[in-house]
């Protein structure tokens, strides 16, 4: 009897089940598509093979097998999918397919060099997960993070760049001669030099019953989980510019945001910050941190500490925007970092190991927006043009 199809449940305002849908086209795998908007069994459904979180998007295999939010590296590896360059040594090989990563791959590629884009997300990196880009130059009516992505990606395979997503590189190496990595499939690949472009997550608080409640009432994306609250009360945690545009964008949707301050002002645009101010459906609480989350099966309530001591506020979800840590675990012991964990390097981009470059939100001293990324990744393009001209 052949094996029933994966069936994939969404929704089409969900930034992460549309990079789910892409990739299993881009896999040329058959699926079924269930958008659980309105649809009362679908949430049922998904809740109940969930532990009584409602996370998308889930996808339920052939088999019964159950993946919730999977990265497309999970995702292939369930479904079987084998995924390897073309070739075993490139000119230059990019980790990560971000504004940064690509950027630096099209230039290269443009100038005749074969260049290996290697990410364990999708094309786009964050960006693909913001609903839109309103301050990217060239766009005066802004951009969905999506298309922008799709786009992205298009020009730099134009140019030639091979890409692979749903591959994670686990182990970089140099020598005087070359570079060289290693995937968490077995894969190993070459190249003249390279260039880590691997962005950052985002930051947590540690707060008792954060981790209990993630996905059942703490989310770090309003575009990808607000629209579950609509006409419910929620809260944001932070004071930066994604704090308070995300509070903002939340108002679509729900009945009331509560917006939680560390600090005695907000530190984003005094632009976007007078807007949150004034928004009838906000109310802005400075000097205030989140000592713990509550709740039974999921997210109920939020306990906080202000200046006039602990109290208790009613939501039904908490979004939080604190800051964002590096993706450099991962990186040998021979990279230098700063106390942050962002990678150092020399004005010329290069890390403490010869022929590694950084560029992007991976990088100290970036400014961790789309457009400033994009233009690290035409300067670290040159700066490696210049690099492999002198070997």
Same mark, same amino acid.
């Given at each position: ?26 896999? &040329? ?11 009362? /069994? ?48 490139? +000119? ?35 960006? %693909?997960?913001? +609903?839109?880009? /309103? ?25 030639? @760049? ?34 880590? %472009? ?69 530190? %984003?645009?005094?632009? @976007? ?9 906000? +109310? ?7 000592? $713990? ?20 506020? &009613? ?69 490696? $043009? ?6």
């Amino acid at each position: 009897m052949p094996e029933l199809l994966p069936t994939l449940y969404g929704a089409n305002w969900c930034p992460d089940c549309r990079n789910t849908k892409i990739f299993l086209g881009e896999m &040329d795998v058959e699926y079924k598509w269930v958008d659980i908007d309105g649809d009362a /069994d679908a949430n049922e459904y998904i809740a109940s093979v969930n532990n009584g979180k409602r996370v998308i998007p889930t996808v339920v295999l052939g088999s019964g097998d159950v993946l919730v939010n999977p990265s497309n590296a999970e995702l292939a590896e369930a479904l079987g999918i084998k995924r390897e360059a073309s070739q075993s040594f490139y +000119d230059v090989i990019v980790i990560g397919a971000g504004p940064a990563g690509l950027t630096t791959a099209l230039y290269l590629a443009r100038e005749g060099q074969r260049v290996l884009v290697l990410d364990k997300g999708p094309i786009g990196g964050q960006v %693909a997960l913001t +609903d839109r880009l /309103d301050n990217f130059p060239g766009f005066p009516d802004g951009i969905e993070g999506r298309e922008f992505s799709e786009r992205l990606g298009r020009q730099a395979m134009r140019f030639g @760049v091979e890409i692979l997503t749903a591959t994670e590189v686990v182990k970089i190496e140099s020598s005087d001669s070359q570079c060289s990595v290693s995937t968490a499939t077995g894969q190993h690949y070459g190249a003249t030099a390279l260039l880590i %472009a691997t962005g950052s997550t985002y930051r947590r608080l540690n707060a008792p019953g954060e981790e209990q409640f993630i996905g059942a009432g703490v989310h770090f994306c309003a575009t990808c989980d607000g629209p579950f609250y609509k006409g419910k009360s929620v809260a944001v945690i932070g004071g930066g510019n994604s704090a308070a545009e995300e509070s903002l964008f939340l108002t679509r949707f729900v009945d009331h945001v509560d917006v939680l301050v560390r600090d005695e002002a907000f530190i %984003a645009s005094k632009l @976007v910050s007078e807007k949150v101010l004034g928004h009838d459906q906000i +109310d802005v609480h400075f000097q205030s941190s989140v000592k $713990r989350f509550e709740g039974e099966e999921s997210l109920e309530r939020i306990v906080v500490e202000s200046p006039g001591g602990e109290r208790s506020i &009613d939501v039904a979800a908490v979004f939080l925007f604190i800051g964002l840590l590096p993706n450099t675990k991962w990186l040998p012991d021979e990279i230098d970092l700063e106390q942050g964990g962002f990678i150092k390097t020399a004005i010329n981009l290069e890390t403490s190991m010869r022929g590694i470059f950084a560029a992007g939100d991976v990088r100290s001293g970036s400014t961790k927006q789309a457009a400033s990324s994009a233009g690290e990744g035409a300067a670290a393009a040159l700066m490696i $043009r210049d690099y492999l001209n002198q070997r």
